[in-house]
């Protein structure tokens, strides 16, 4: 096959959720490579069904081992090759990771064709501070995990973005009002589809509106940065109660003092105080 693109890999950025968002560039890439390396073939076949065309497609996912790479890598030294992902940019919370870095130790040409991202999508809609902001990708599902990476990103002073799934929106909004509370937070949902929404308000406003009405589909979190001006007493004396609950007094400074930035041995005195 007579192909006018040069050998190498080729990142293309795919909808998330309304098809009119692939750019012309993306099509003409698809239909021109060799293979597209995808994470699963049936949602990329549809999307080349609706575009009107077939390429070979090539299963390349998170399972992927060290034998499909290799086969990839031979591929685009001597053809060009698209890797996708199901929806959106590669490589964001998908994989590709290890593909990019070994083609690019190889001299493989790599090229990166911009789109549709959904985390960029919430930020331009949630109306929260976009001078600065960090994508932390997916919180963690356990408890102690997700309550380690809010503490540890509390005292960043950004707009703070996460990856969600709805059933587990609720338990992150209460993980949010009691190590961050005051914060403005976002909830930005089913982006660029039919249902699109994007609700701002504290943790707890937007919990109580979601037990009314629970979520459905794929969700972009956001957390507005801390205010300018120091937390005040109050905040952290509730900071201290509902770490005292579950923690010594000590602890409990150590934990509110990574969140806050304030000074433990202070915060441990107040903690001695409060218990
Ligand atoms: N690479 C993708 C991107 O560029 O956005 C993200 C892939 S990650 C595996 C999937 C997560 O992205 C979902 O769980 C959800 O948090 C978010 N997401 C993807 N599409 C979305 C949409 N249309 N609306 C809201 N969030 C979306």
């Known amino acids: 096959m007579e192909h006018s693109l040069d050998p190498g890999l080729y990142i293309v950025a795919t909808p998330i959720g309304n098809l009119g968002d692939i750019t012309r560039r993306a099509v003409e890439v698809l239909q021109q490579v060799e293979a597209v390396a995808c994470e699963d073939t049936r949602v990329t076949g549809k999307l080349m069904h609706h575009l009107g065309f077939k390429t070979r497609l090539i299963r390349y996912d998170d399972h992927a081992g ?149 979520p459905k589909g794929e969700i972009v979190l956001l957390i507005a940065p801390p205010a300018d001006k120091p937390v005040d007493a109050l905040d952290v004396d509730a900071l201290l109660r509902s770490e005292l609950e579950v923690s010594k007094a000590s602890q409990a400074a150590a934990k509110v003092a990574r969140a806050t930035g304030l000074d433990r041995k202070t915060l441990y005195a107040r903690a001695l105080e409060l218990r």
């Open 66 to 214: 060290e034998g499909d790479r290799e086969r990839l890598l031979a591929l685009m030294q001597e053809h060009p090759v698209a890797l996708v992902s199901d929806a959106g940019t590669p490589l964001i919370s998908d994989p590709g990771y290890r593909l990019v870095r070994e083609a690019r130790a190889r001299g493989i040409a790599v090229t990166s064709l911009p789109g549709p991202n959904a985390a960029v999508v919430g930020m331009t809609l949630s109306g929260l501070p976009n001078d600065r902001f960090l994508f932390a990708g997916f919180l963690p599902n356990k408890a102690k995990a997700r309550e380690d990476v809010l503490l540890e990103l509390a005292p960043v002073r950004t707009t703070l973005i996460f990856y969600e799934t709805a059933p587990r929106l609720d338990a992150s909004l209460a993980a949010i009002g009691a190590l961050m509370p005051g914060r403005e937070v976002s909830v930005a949902r089913e982006l660029t589809k039919k249902f699109e929404e994007c609700r701002t308000g504290s943790p707890e406003e937007l919990a109580a509106y979601y037990a009314q009405h629970p």
